[in-house]
């Protein structure tokens, strides 16, 4: 299963949804730069945790073409993949170590609530 690209307009309209601003909707996003070789391994990772749970809310984000997000969310590098909360900022991991490390990454937000 591939990721879905976001765009950053696509970012900003889901983070002015009244819905998603009720702080109960959590997003996914991977930022990662199409030319690092380390943001495709991650990106296959990350498809093969959809492919265990796809109903989880996970796109890509193409930084290179992000103009204000990245240093509003203060991304240090890339790959990332960071939790949205309600349209807000929240953990993040640049570490891609396995899928399973990813999965757990995405589930503690379930299990914690």
Partial sequence: ??????SEAQLLQWMEDPA????TETRYVYFYTPLCGT???GERMLEVVLELDS???LGKCNVNACRTLPFEWQIESVPCLLRLNG???GERTYRMGSVDELYRFMKQEESSS
């Fill in 1 to 6: 299963m591939r990721l879905q690209e976001w």
């Fill in 20 to 23: 998603a601003g009720s702080g």
């Fill in 39 to 41: 943001c495709k391994v």
């Fill in 55 to 57: 109903r989880l809310p």
């Fill in 87 to 89: 349209g807000r900022a």
